[in-house]
């Protein structure tokens, strides 16, 4: 039986809980003889499906035969794959996600798997990220450095692994996001707009040690005073991440897909985020390591990545607790940053200004275990504002 | 030259077979979506053949949403297009680039009037709300409501209700820009 003309009007004039408008969108679900018949019912449906019909393909325009387009596809892309595959893990504008997967690599080669064999499963440091701290560096340093080694691609793209537990899901409110997410998620009630949430599974980026290649990578890449252990070699090391709530104002395209190929292809534009503010919070991640472990020599390697010389890495890293601080590089040029008093905690707050474009902030702090990422257009007073209305 | 199993290694779980099965079974759908947000044939199966090598690259760890995970891809890469389209049309306009070449290219009337109704449309897709006129170009392309909500990771019960508002929004948006 199909929907009747009343029963159409019912359900576009009725309230979405109201059971019949319920029972006639479940009919409507399964039923496409119906669903080819709702524009007719649809207040403005008829005259949007006039307009958009006209996007569809002429006579002329239609898509090439499925044959065609196979034999294309494996000319255009299969072949060219393995050409094209460093050309793609080293692109510019993807390079500093590569040197943050390579970066989580290093730390947990070094920090996880050193004496894991001789004292079993016992983890005798916890450490927790309390603050952060800010490291200013030149990202074409960085390709260059990293541009210097012919190993570190190799070992990015077929030793590293990265798995997600379970989909990036969009919820419909936030009590949804913090029952998905396990925590309590917090919004600043002067943000406008209709919201989005994004629960991004937490995550497990795992390597299986080949010694001879990592320690060639460090030396390619002239880490001095770096040495790994021959314990380590032929073992898995592994870094779980936690999972973390998004929250999106204004003109953003959070769809999952979007967020899952975010920083993956070189090829394809990034969304534009322009008008858009969001809140990104998860817990405070936690990383197990044995006792005795230089963490300042390791910290120093990280620095070294980064563009440091030897010496300026041994005196930055002297200076940072890396037990409890997460230190960020962000780009010498066009951004400044400053600590500041944010819900009650210190914060950090990084502006970005381009010539001629409005300025970003980012805005980030810790408070209860939870680490907190307001990110969005404005200025410094905005970025507080919204912050210190969280509730 | 035929793909082999090991190359496409969709994570264990299609041969090549499959592949090009999944490909050939999507491929015109995919390209339909692509193309009518971006109105040219090299750019739409551009977009299309993307689609696919992302799924051949990166295929996505469940299975039970394959047409749902394609679409959305299609559609997402299909509005970065237009968004970027938008852009460079607006850079050209104010170069006056674009005026001299409309000029110069002479095309029947009821073409023109084509072109124009297919620009002021997607003018109105852009400056909607992304799922609105995702949902729209996903229904008019010849989704069901089942499809639409893998797509758009909605409830299926809930597209009727979506897909009406958007048309509301669709059409004062329209009015709007038509009206100047």
New interface residues.
Partial sequence: MHLSENEFKI??AGD?SDPE??RI??H???C?FC?DR??EY????V???Q???????GIS????S??L??A???Q????K?RNNMFDRLFARKYHLAWVAVGVVALLAIAMLFPQVRAIGSSFLGLFRVEQFTIVQVDPENIEQQLGSSSNFEYLLAEDVHFE?FG?I??TASKEEASRQAGFQVRLPAEANG?VQYVVQPGARVSMLVDLPKVQAVVDELGIADFELPAILDGAEVSLELPVAVAAAYG?C?V????LR?EG??P???M??FSECVTLTQFPSPEINAPPGLDIAGIGAAFLQVLGMTPEEAAQFSQSVDWTTTLVIPIPRYGTEYQEVFVDGVTGTLIMQSQRSELPNYLLIWIKDGIVYALAGPGDAQTALALANSIE | ?T?TAE?INLKGQETSRDF?QI??EY??RI??VA???V?D?DE??DL???T???F???PP??RDNLSG?LY??AV??G???L??KKRRYSYENQAGTNEIEQRSIPQPEQEVI?AE??Q???G?LIEM???SAKL??LR?SGL???EI?GA??IN??????L??R???E??VL?SQIQGG
């Fill in positions: 359900y576009f979405e408008v319920i969108g479940n409507l679900a399964e496409s669903q709702a524009d649809s207040p403005s449906g005259e949007a499906k307009h958009l019909d006209a996007l569809a393909p325009e239609g898509a090439r499925e044959n387009a196979y294309s596809f494996q255009q892309y299969v072949n794959e997600e989909e899901l969009e209709e003109i395209d769809s999952p897909e979007v190929e993956y292809d090829d394809t534009p969304p534009d | 030259m793909v190359k090009e490909f050939k491929w015109s390209y339909e193309f009518r947000l109105g044939q739409a199966q299309a053949l993307e696919f090598w992302r051949h690259r990166n760890a469940k995970w959305r891809v997402n890469l509005f970065n297009a968004r970027d084509l109704e297919r002021a449309v997607r109105v709300k992304p799922r729209l170009v008019y069901t409501y089942a909500a758009l990771n299926p019960s809930s597209v009727g209700k897909l009406a958007a048309h509301d669709f059409k329209y």
